[in-house]
């Protein structure tokens, strides 16, 4: 009896080394992300879709101005931010999501009132037994500049274009005007 209890407690103290290595490990794995995380301008959000529950990371909020206890953590509070013409492309679309990640581009709205454009990746990481989405895990970035730079762009093309043929059709004046006046001459 003696040696299976002194077994018995050998195998307790292997099972609670092990369990301390791997809480250590996640630990590690945790500061890490943390870390990785916070060395960008990315938030970090989960979303159980049958619950309607949606964790976002402090980034979520504070990109948008808003600290963490100012908004649910529900889809239904993040729909409200949403810009109405975004509601179609930004997450409605999710469950015919396959296994890769998927990207989309929309708009919310800020503390202030304003609007910041959000490039959202995410990616099914649980189903149903049907196949249904039922959880996805993904990142949030903030990419308001990057859209500022490219309508500034498309102006500055279409602002080039509109000069391009105006010039054209100065020089196509100018050249009827020559051939009249050689004509004359």
Request: glycine residues 6%.
């Amino acid at each position: 009896l003696c040696s299976v209890a002194l077994r018995r407690e050998e195998e307790l103290k292997h099972g609670a080394s092990k369990s301390e290595r791997l809480l250590e490990e996640l630990r590690v794995s945790e500061e890490r992300l943390a870390l990785a995380l916070g060395g960008t301008s990315d938030g970090l959000w989960d979303w159980r879709v049958g619950e309607l529950t949606l964790y976002m990371s402090p980034t979520c909020y504070t990109m948008l101005g808003y600290e963490a206890y100012e908004i649910a953590s529900t889809y239904d509070a993040w729909m409200l931010l949403l810009h109405p013409e975004d509601q179609d492309k930004a997450f409605k679309k999710y469950e015919f999501w396959g296994n890769e990640t998927n990207t989309t581009e929309f708009r919310l709205r800020t503390k202030d009132g304003t609007w910041r454009w959000i490039m959202s990746r995410g990616k099914v990481v649980e189903r149903d037994p049907e196949g249904l989405a039922q959880r996805i895990v993904g990142t949030h970035v903030d990419i308001t500049e990057r859209k500022q730079a490219e309508e500034a762009l498309k102006a500055s093309q279409v602002a080039l274009q509109t000069a391009m043929e105006e010039l054209e059709k100065r020089v196509e004046e100018r050249t009827h005007d020559l051939e009249r006046r050689n004509t004359q001459l």
